[in-house]
């Protein structure tokens, strides 16, 4: 009896070590499930959007690639580096390093922007056609429908529709954005909008990443050069804008001497990124954690003027709070998040019928497939600082919240790059491994990032489910830690 519990123990801890696979199991065993009550090919056009032999074997072939790299990755029979590229402290190699780093960020960030704008259309309409993303024109139409409706006087409240253009939008922005009609900002501002705001970005990138390991800093640009950063770019879409103040907000906390201030412009940035869409606001709470965690240093004053930012920014938003669900995007094609997956494995054609419960339900039980393998590998966590611990928690949970929440579209997966920064440059500062969460996290995200098409959809929102469940795990190690300090003031 005894060594037949053994061996089941030892047959689930297995499974277990290779959570991606086991994921791709049971959704197996769901299809099949779903299969035996209709027509396997009804099944197939849920789940890759049409009848298609080619897209079956691509979707296979994907998911395949996850169970290959998860089993020789976990046995270590393929060595696993970042730490390549160009190395040595001489003056002259540090001056290549920056000369080339800038480059690279320059160009990877303002390219697609400088092709549109100089009207190379024809070239840019066909790099984007290589990652199956079509091109709308005119440029930075999502930008353009934001303006529209700023500009449209029929468009008072979240829901109304912006019929003072052609794009057939509703409005789904906070409302306060709407007063910024009296200054009479149009469309013709778009091009000025977005250079000022990519040069922001090329700027802030340059400081947080100049002195990385550079092996990091090209996965980084590898990133950047993918389909979620040259879809918000091509669409001039608002995520762009919360990716700055995010930017802005790790350059505060890593690049200048940690004062109140630091902490209250902080607060501000985030503040002012849940104004332009609502799941920002989430960041306030590590920062609030941080000014507590410090109220012995930096005072009473920081604390409660941060946390009146946070509040002030929540009782604005709060009016649009009840007609937000009703106007929210329930697509599949192209989506992500936690109800499209519930969605995509139950055979439903959007999201609107998928219930909280079963969202709930689902979140739970991905978590137990993933909490054996996520607890280790973020054991790390544990020893760093409170600053790094707080960006941690800041990048996380503002990437993770939407995810919960609502249907994204690829270009929120930009918001994974300040997480993916973080974890680089704590892996490079400290003496700190994180050679096996990198295994776990950094390729199935990289995977995702590439796979654009409607048929790898369910491919995309389970590689993506690490990375993801990065902050619950994170907040988890911040409340044990808390209670092991407690613990200990009280003995």
Known sequence: MRLAQKKLRFVRNRVFEFPLSLSFFILFIILLYRSSKSDFNLVLVNVVGEDSVYKTIALATAIFSVIFWEIFYRNNLIPFSLKIGISGKSLFVM??????????????????????????????????????????????????????????????????????????????????????????????????????????????????????????????????????????????????????SILGVILLLNNYSTSKWTFILCAFLISMAALLKFYPLIGIAPLFYLSLRNIKQFGRSTLIIVMALGLLAFFILLPDLSRLGQNEVNDLSGSIGLGNLVALASGFDSTKTVGVVSSLLTLVLIISIFQKRLWAETAFYSDLNIKMRTELLLTSLIATTPWVTTTNYYYRLILLWPLIYSLLKISGQTSLDLTSISRTILFPTLLSYILVFRTFAIVQNIALIPIYLLAVFFVARELVKIKAQLRLRWN
């Open 95 to 244: 001056l290549d390093n920056y000369i080339v780093r800038c480059c690279a960020i320059t160009i990877s960030v303002n390219y697609l922007f400088l092709l549109n704008v100089l009207e190379y259309k024809e070239l840019a309409t066909k790099i984007l056609s290589l990652f199956g993303i079509l091109a709308l024109y005119p440029t930075f139409a999502d930008l353009r429908t934001t303006l529209l409706g700023i500009s449209c006087s029929e468009v008072n409240r979240i829901g109304d529709y912006i019929s003072c253009g052609n794009r057939g939008n509703n409005w789904t922005y906070p409302s306060i954005l709407l007063n910024l009609r009296g200054l009479d900002i149009n469309q013709n501002a778009v091009i000025l909008i977005m250079f000022t705001t990519l040069i922001s970005i090329t700027l802030i990138l340059f400081i947080l990443t100049r002195h990385m390991d550079f092996g990091h800093f090209i996965l980084l640009i590898f990133l950047l050069n993918l389909p979620p950063f040259l879809i918000v770019t091509e669409r001039g879409n608002l995520d762009l804008f919360i990716l700055v």
